[in-house]
């Protein structure tokens, strides 16, 4: 387990639990952060036409319902571009879809915990599911698996890349707070390589990306919405909300 250090002259970053506003605005913008929410509206956001509301700023948060009526891409997008940067941004589970979803047991190698037969285990439990999503090509998990948020989904997925590489998509460890808690994200992108500090715990470290050395927004993902036979939010939905999201391009 590699700890977080409060050393913001080498990383750049730091963990505000506990600490006001804007005490919170003068040391990011001391260290040359810009703001990616203005904590009213979603200026600087590209809404997805069509939305209707469903991505929101309530109380002074970023809240999305996984309701959205927009067709194609639900997600919320930067409208700005980025290739090398440090990304603050804190979230939140609100609660749950509205029925169970399978949760398989993600290895440090990657791969599923299987039974006995090659079969993956996949224990039901409610779950909530978004991500960040980086320079439009990558995205890092939030959701409520027990390998914890910051997993690089599409990299651990891919079973044509090495298994080092898979397995550096793995968080090192479950560092995500309950449901209704916030957490904090720290993410260093630069070229192919990620690092995200979960709640002052380094979880995914420099990790290769294969195909991320390239420039695009920022994002918060979708996932999840209403099911047509039910009406109902079905499981893994966005039920998800954020705030204090800072930028710093390198």
């Known amino acids: ?21 804007a005490q919170e605005r003068s040391f990011f913008e001391s ?6 929410f203005n904590g009213k509206d979603l200026t600087g956001w590209v809404v997805p036409p069509g939305d209707n509301g469903h991505w929101s700023v309530i109380d002074g948060v970023i809240d999305y319902d996984a309701r959205s009526e927009a ?28 029925h169970l979803f ?30 960040i999503l980086l320079k439009g090509a990558g995205q890092a998990n939030l959701w409520c698996w027990s390998v914890g948020s910051g997993e690089l989904w599409s990299v651990r997925n891919d079973t044509k890349l090495p298994q080092d590489v898979r397995a550096g998509a793995v968080p090192k460890e479950n560092a995500d707070k309950p449901v209704g808690q916030w957490n904090a994200f720290d993410i260093i992108v630069q070229g192919n390589r990620i690092t ?7 979880v995914i470290d420099h990790a290769l990306y294969p195909g991320l050395d390239v420039e695009g927004p920022i994002g918060l993902q979708h996932h999840g919405g209403v099911s047509e036979k039910t009406g109902k939010l079905n499981g893994a939905s966005s039920l998800v909300q954020f705030r204090n999201i800072w930028i710093r391009e390198l």
């Open 31 to 36: 260290e040359g952060y810009t703001s990616l």
């Open 71 to 98: 067709k194609g891409s639900k997600d919320l997008m930067s409208e700005k571009n980025y290739r090398n940067f440090k990304l603050h941004v804190e979230w939140r589970f609100k609660g749950y879809g509205d």
């Open 1 to 21: 387990m590699r700890k977080f250090m409060y050393l913001p002259m080498a990383f750049g970053l730091f963990l505000f639990s506990g600490i006001c506003n």
């Open 102 to 131: 399978p949760l398989p047991t993600i290895l440090p190698s990657g791969d599923y915990l299987r039974d006995e037969n090659g079969k993956i285990i996949e224990p039901p439990g409610p779950n909530s599911d978004s991500g």
């Open 196 to 202: 995200i500090v979960n709640n002052g715990i380094t």
